[in-house]
């Protein structure tokens, strides 16, 4: 199913007529509120019950060491790869990188990345009234590592590649974002219906109906606990020996 489709079968299950224009295009008028207001929510559920990471691949040109991307819960692992294979980077704390090159990321000597850690890409809310000759002056830091003025996540590795890489990111990622009627992601094709389940229970919580918003978690629950008990049977039917 799409978003078109799965907001058809909210309005139809809620009764909510007035969150679309008109039940005949289903065009929204609030109903993706809820929907995406579920959909952020079930991607914290399912991964609290599984870990069901995703990989990002960043390509980087030489000498940049700042790594941008979006809808990223949480980075576990980074590898680095020049086309021959890849290499685990080791884990650094910011401070300990900052402690270790000063203030000089930017002008440091390249060569083959050892060390990752993340960096918070946001800006300040005052960003937008700092005086055009100060953005001037750090430009091109603010070039390398601000992400513009979206919502961006990152990591930043040193030394910065003396040659262009490509980095394999590890971690926990929100689903891909239901924008246009025709957006598909996990959710809306592999279960369209805990999707609408998940919708449904941002409905009750807008009435500020506890009882109602939990039963919707009860049933959602039932739902990934079934999803989960697949899971935990492939695992075991692959496991072949006991570590000690």
């Known amino acids: 199913m799409n978003l078109k489709e799965v907001r058809e079968k909210f309005i139809d299950l809620s009764g909510r007529i ?26 914290r559920e399912r991964l609290s019950t599984y870990q069901s990471g995703a990989r990002k691949y960043v ?7 700042i790594a941008q991307f979006q809808k990223a819960r949480a980075v576990q692992k980074v590898f680095c790869g020049d086309g021959e ?3 685990q980077l080791q884990y ?11 203030n000089s990321f930017p002008a440091m000597d390249s060569g083959a990345p050892r060390y990752w850690t993340p960096v918070n ?22 070039d390398t590592a601000s992400g513009g003025y ?51 229970r941002e409905l009750e919580r807008s009435y ?6 939990n039963e919707w978690t009860a049933h959602i629950q039932q739902k990934l606990t079934g999803l989960d008990m697949d899971i935990v049977e492939t ?8 570590r000690g």
């Open 150 to 200: 979206g919502e961006y996540d990152g990591v930043l590795i040193t030394p910065p590649p003396d040659t262009a890489v490509t980095l394999e990111i590890h971690g926990l990622f929100f689903s891909d974002s239901l924008d246009s009627d025709t957006d598909e992601n996990y959710w809306t094709r592999a279960y369209p219906d805990i999707l609408v389940m998940a919708g449904m």
């Open 85 to 87: 294979g890849l290499v």
């Open 92 to 102: 650094k704390y910011y401070d300990e990188l900052r402690a270790e090159y000063g």
């Open 18 to 43: 007035d969150l679309v224009v008109d039940t005949e295009d289903y065009a929204d008028a609030g109903a993706d509120y809820f929907l995406l207001a579920g959909l952020r929510e079930l991607d």
């Open 208 to 213: 500020r109906n506890i009882t109602g918003a």
């Open 235 to 242: 695992q075991i039917s692959s496991t072949d020996r006991m």
């Open 59 to 65: 390509a980087l040109e030489a000498g940049n060491w």
């Open 121 to 142: 890409l946001r800006h300040s809310p005052d960003w937008e009234r700092v005086p055009a000759d100060t953005i001037d002056a750090i430009s091109a830091y603010v």
